[in-house]
């Protein structure tokens, strides 16, 4: 009786989470323009539009730069304060969790117009404008987190007796990294790092208040062409693309690291 | 222990950061309320070699390379005739642009009435020297030398288009046809809570104008030159318009798709708003009532602290070239500035569709201007309303 | 105790250095860097902009917050907005529970690792544009007004979309919390004669609260700082973001702007210390 009611939650769940995506992808062969209802002509001339479109390819790169840019240094943040947190006892042990999820707690434009304006009155005056880099610098803030709490989570589960065994059969530090730890938490880097780079992949408000000129991520660039007509369709079809395509690192991972890293932690 | 652990890193960073606050704009002068004098900045004497970029800030659809459309470019050929590689930052409301103007970062913006003012006063961007833009001269004259881009004679950039907001309807459900902005202010309208309305500060400047019209007694000359009764008058009509609201539009594939499923059926547009909905079989039709409109015309301004201001001059003579021009007119919808500019457009209707020539139709149109606490009708016994003022009066019409 | 904590009250040398290598970096770019950027923003709200010129007047001044407590449209969207971010984290917890309950209790492991799949990819797809489907999907004469009807744009709008938008966030730290419960905790209850509800009331919630907390700082914290949703679904209404949003380019009033945004900052440092003793903090 139970299993059969939670059956039933999961399935209108689903249907929840895919109906919206179902629409993306209807409309994507919507010959109207700004999405009417019911479909009047069914044309794959946005599909053809969007894959001449340069700019979103270009857009799309840029994301993937700052997406990779924030991921990578929220993987060696997240890992270091992971090991001081777990490994180490000090003063303020307590407040460096809260310190790390500040940035994705607070509301993004709060996150976005401190940066932007820190930078504005700090960096910039030393000659480093708002470009990508400064994109990538508010990502990884809030980036951190994801890789964190995983790595966290590994340690925690997996103790230190392996390594202390390592380091007493006469393995230097830098063996005992390369053999015990790291592939310890090579899954929980694997998921957090996912994490990182789907929330940078996605973001849109920090990056609105961080990018210098010129510097247009994918959800900056469906930001301006959702707004013209001309344009909207385009945007149905890359995001029905990227659906079809996220499929694929999350199922990667999945095959990778165990069902575990896929999830396990947001 | 643990909250005091918090608090003192809070605290920390207050000390170490508030020291290194400063320094960020300070860089123009400006008179307090009162005195209004613009900050006193140099134009370009004469024209050098490019410097090879230009940083922009444009409306979506200002600044096209082909990437959206390869059919659709202005800039590539710009690039290699100039050797200027053009950087663009597409802004999507006037306020946005000032405060990317005053970041420095940029040459040039296309700035809408509500922010040219703002830039002007805020000495954010320079006059220009029309005399290194040959394509000036064959600008309509019913858009130079205008309250929005010109301060004594002189002028602060160059114009780029113009429209008006005009009032459409659905004609299969708003019978009979309106003719007048009464019918969005209606208390006892029939499409209540089918009512649309820019969401903008600005739209204050809409009621403002209806007023003008048809209540004399309150003295408005100028739907943005507004005194404390005015402005109070114009706000109240608004909180009351604001129940037959059914929502506020900023963008115009929100506006599009509302008029055509029928969740919005009167209320403010652009032309190009309407002819998209059309285009898409809506049964819409766009009218410039009888109390006349608000409007906008853009104007492409330079930085005061241009990095490369060969380079946006150069742009900005492109822009308002006659191919140029045309492109985004049709591309944008909108009004070309440059009279040689409706020869150039690929639908030959299109100066016709957007009144382009029609000095008499433009006449009745009151273009956005900015706001100031000096009245900008001239008046000198009283002070009027900043755009400050609009902006909270706005937050509050909305509720 | 944490396993493989050094229990060692004081530090020895070697450690030390350790420990500082460790947490310099990331101290000084979230402790100094982003603390202070959001110091200095604070800080600036007690500061006021020249009406004319828009430049800031760096001069102490309470104005701003004088404002803010004075106007009355400030509190009433203060408290709409915490109602549409308790609203949405309410619902997300709903649909979560059970729909985590089953990927990890009742899904065999083959479809669990599909499923998994199925609320990780809706992630990717963009913010707006599945905003603004469900702009379609709710329009006057749209798909869902044949089948269900439609509530239109509004507040209640806003809410289903928004938990649209979160759940995946609500469901993933659930999961995550679900699977480390050990089945045969489950049936210890079942096996006492506790039914299903009674367990999960008794045994599992409790269990779960960590993760539930750790859910919904995203959904709570996410939906307070949107701006974006309610401009596309929400009619006229306003939220407190839309406040910042429209304030720090309208008149370019960062100080004001800086105000307003204290308010959502408070209420989720409230939050967050309030939430961090059940361990939440973990479990993100």
Known sequence: MTRWVLRVVMALGLLFIYVPLLLVLVNSFNGDRTFGWPPHDFTTRWWTAAWNNGGARDALWTSVKAGLGATAIALVLGTMVAFAVQRFKFFGRDTVSLLIVLPIALPGIVTGIALDSAWRSVIEPLGLGKGLFSVIVGHATFCVVTVYNNVLARLRRSGISLEEASADLGARPGQTFRYITFPMIRSALLAGGLLAFALSFDEIIVTTFTAGPGIQTLPIWIFNNLFRPNQAPVVNVVAAVLIVLSVLPVWLAQRVAGPEAGASRT | MRHRTLTTILAAGVLVLAGCGGGGDDSSSGGGPGGLSVPKIDKLASLGAGEGTVNIIAWAGYVEDGSTDPKVDWVSDFEKETGCQVNTKVA???????????????????????????????????????????????????????????????????????????????????????????????????????????????????????????????????????????????????????????????????????????????????????????????????????????????????????????????????????????????????????????????????????????????????????????????????????????????????? | MDPGVDNDQGLGGRRRWQLAALLSAPMLWLGVAYLGALAVLLVSAFWTVNGFTGEVVREFSLQNFRTIATEEVYRNVTLRSVGVAVAVTVICVVLALPMAFYMAKVASPRTRGWLVIAILTPLWASYLVKAYAWRVLLANDGPLDSVIGTPGYGLVAVVIVLTYLWLPYMILPIYAGLERLPDSLLEASADLGARGGRTFRGVVLPILIPSIFAGSIFTFSLSLGDYITVQIVGGKSQLIGNLVYANVGAANNLPFAAAIACVPVIIMVVYLTAVRRSGALEEL
């Open chain 2, 92 to 399: 999507g409301t006037s306020d946005e642009m000032v405060t990317l103007m005053k970041t420095g970062e940029y040459d040039v913006v296309s700035a809408s009435g509500d922010a040219s003012l703002r830039l002007i006063y805020g000495g954010d961007v320079a006059p220009v020297n029309t005399d290194l833009i040959k394509n000036y001269a064959d600008v309509f004259d019913g858009l130079k030398d205008k309250a929005w881009n010109s301060v004594n004679n002189q002028p602060y950039g160059v114009p780029h288009g113009r429209g008006a907001n005009l009032l459409m309807y659905r004609t299969d459900t708003v019978k009979p046809a309106p003719t007048s902005w009464s019918a969005v202010f209606d208390a006892n309208s029939p499409y209540k809570g089918k009512i649309t309305a820019y969401d903008s500060p600005i739209y204050i400047a809409d009621a403002a104008l209806y007023l003008m019209k048809t209540k004399p007694d309150l003295g408005i000359k100028n739907p943005y030159a507004l005194d404390d009764t005015q402005f109070k008058a114009a706000t109240d009509l608004l909180t009351e318009q604001n129940k037959l609201i059914g929502e506020y539009w900023s963008d115009y594939t929100k506006e599009v798709q509302a008029f055509k499923s029928g969740d919005s059926v009167l209320g403010t547009t652009w032309q190009v708003i309407a002819n998209l909905a059309a285009a898409d079989k809506a049964p819409v039709e766009a009218i410039l009532p009888s109390e006349g409109a608000t409007g906008w015309s853009d104007t492409w301004m330079i930085s005061s602290k241009a990095k490369h201001p060969n380079c946006g001059y150069l742009w900005m003579n492109h822009i308002i070239s006659p191919k140029a021009n045309a492109g985004v007119a049709e591309w944008f919808g909108e009004a070309p500035a440059n009279k040689l500019s409706c020869a150039e457009t690929a639908d030959k209707n299109h100066c016709k569709t957007f009144h382009a020539e029609d000095e008499a139709y433009f006449s009745n149109v009151w273009y956005w201007t900015t706001p100031l606490a000096q009245c900008v009708d001239g008046r000198t016994d009283v002070t009027c309303k900043d755009y400050a003022a609009w902006t909270q009066a706005w937050t509050t019409i909305k509720g």
